[in-house]
């Protein structure tokens, strides 16, 4: 078997790869080692008094950005 090259792949790729090959422990080890790379964006604090104001609005750029990456 050839050896797969998984920093040559997008995270979206190596996401697919792994849900089709379930049994690559090294292809999992890739992907988790992937998003744990990427830096945690804090919306909120627990005691922020503007707490469900700014999740909300998270969820509205989120769902926007998804709706735009899906027209295009």
Same mark, same amino acid.
């Given at each position: 078997m050839?050896?797969? !090259?998984?920093?040559?792949?997008s995270k979206n790729e190596l996401k697919q790869y792994f849900l089709k090959h379930r049994e690559?422990?090294?292809a999992l080890q890739a992907?988790?080692?992937?998003i744990n790379q990427r830096p945690l964006k804090i919306i909120a604090s627990p005691d922020d008094p503007d707490f469900d104001q700014k999740v909300q609005a998270a969820i509205r750029r989120k769902?926007?950005?998804?709706? !735009?990456k899906s027209s295009q």
């Open positions: 050839s050896q797969i !090259n998984y920093d040559s792949m690559d422990q090294d992907y988790l080692d992937r769902l926007e950005a998804a709706r !735009n």
